[in-house]
């Protein structure tokens, strides 16, 4: 095999690898796609329908991703008739997904785009408010919780799931020396379908991780080199590679 101080393995899903694909590019690394997530739509229950086409009853709309924006307006069928003033995405790309539907969201998470730094966002006293949390299957409960604290009703509706992808093969032939993890369940994933032994990843690559929240969870899986991104970005995962190779 081998080995290039540039390569950079992508784990984001397939359909949301682009972006990131080209800032590594352009900044002069090697990417390889490598998904270990599937964004799989649920089944459109009847609890599903009838939740989202009354979206006009609740104060505040959570988007917790842009795939939840995605699959939640495919089984609405765009039907987005009056949207609440309190609609919220949980950092800027699912906000640029909510724009391109014609939805503005009233507050969008700041840096590092994550439940602890939204909940800094809204009103400590939440009472005689209602709130709709749309999500994936699985994930954490944080925001939940912490808005029933404040006094919210709080419903949440899980809008698509996360699988291990059909087709995890790839085709090239270095190891890499960096692995873009955005996601508890996308590192999980990754050492159940691994391009390389895990005693290998675990010592040899340098893991780009969200959060210091997903690093304290790679450490504990026995990952050696860690770096947190500058933010729950594209952008961050690539500005904190560049610095690590600038050391």
Same mark, same amino acid.
């Given at each position: 095999?081998?080995?290039?101080?540039?390569?950079?393995?992508?784990?984001?899903?397939?359909?949301?690898?682009?972006?990131?694909?080209?800032?590594?590019?352009?900044?002069?690394?090697?990417?390889?796609?490598?998904?270990?997530?599937?964004?799989?739509?649920?089944?459109?229950?009847?609890?599903?329908?009838?939740?989202?086409?009354?979206?006009?009853?609740?104060?505040?709309?959570?988007?917790?991703?842009?795939?939840?924006?995605?699959?939640?307006?495919?089984?609405?069928?765009?039907?987005?008739?009056?949207?609440?003033?309190?609609?919220?995405?949980?950092?800027?790309?699912?906000?640029?997904?909510?724009?391109?539907?014609?939805?503005?969201?009233?507050?969008?998470?700041?840096?590092?785009?994550?439940?602890?730094?939204? @909940?800094?966002?809204?009103? $400590?006293? &939440?009472?005689?408010?209602?709130? %709709? #949390?749309?999500? =994936?299957?699985?994930?954490?409960? /944080?925001?939940?919780?912490?808005?029933?604290?404040?006094?919210?009703?709080?419903?949440?509706?899980?809008?698509?799931?996360?699988?291990?992808?059909?087709?995890?093969?790839?085709?090239?032939?270095?190891?890499?020396?960096?692995?873009?993890?955005?996601?508890?369940?996308?590192?999980?994933?990754?050492?159940?379908?691994?391009?390389?032994?895990?005693?290998?990843?675990?010592?040899?690559?340098?893991?780009?991780?969200?959060?210091?929240? @997903?690093?304290?969870?790679? $450490?504990? &899986?026995?990952?050696?080199?860690? %770096? #947190?991104?500058? =933010?729950?970005?594209?952008?961050? /995962?690539?500005?904190?590679?560049?610095?690590?190779?600038?050391?």
């Amino acid at each position: 095999m081998q080995s290039n101080e540039k390569t950079v393995l992508v784990t984001r899903p397939a359909h949301q690898s682009d972006h990131l694909c080209g800032l590594l590019t352009a900044a002069g690394f090697t990417p390889i796609r490598y998904p270990t997530i599937a964004i799989q739509a649920v089944e459109n229950t009847a609890h599903i329908s009838n939740t989202l086409y009354q979206h006009s009853n609740y104060d505040y709309l959570i988007f917790i991703s842009a795939n939840a924006v995605i699959q939640a307006d495919r089984l609405i069928d765009h039907q987005w008739q009056k949207t609440p003033s309190g609609m919220i995405a949980i950092g800027p790309k699912t906000a640029d997904t909510l724009d391109q539907l014609g939805l503005k969201p009233a507050i969008t998470a700041a840096k590092p785009f994550n439940s602890e730094r939204l @909940l800094t966002q809204l009103p $400590s006293d &939440l009472k005689q408010k209602k709130g %709709l #949390i749309i999500k =994936g299957k699985g994930g954490r409960t /944080l925001l939940a919780e912490q808005l029933q604290k404040r006094g919210m009703t709080v419903d949440t509706l899980d809008v698509y799931q996360r699988t291990l992808p059909n087709n995890y093969k790839t085709s090239h032939n270095k190891k890499p020396a960096y692995i873009t993890i955005t996601s508890q369940l996308a590192l999980d994933n990754l050492f159940l379908i691994p391009p390389r032994p895990i005693g290998e990843l675990k010592q040899q690559c340098t893991f780009v991780v969200f959060s210091e929240r @997903l690093a304290r969870y790679a $450490s504990s &899986l026995d990952c050696q080199h860690l %770096l #947190i991104s500058h =933010g729950a970005s594209d952008k961050g /995962l690539v500005s904190a590679i560049n610095q690590d190779k600038k050391r």
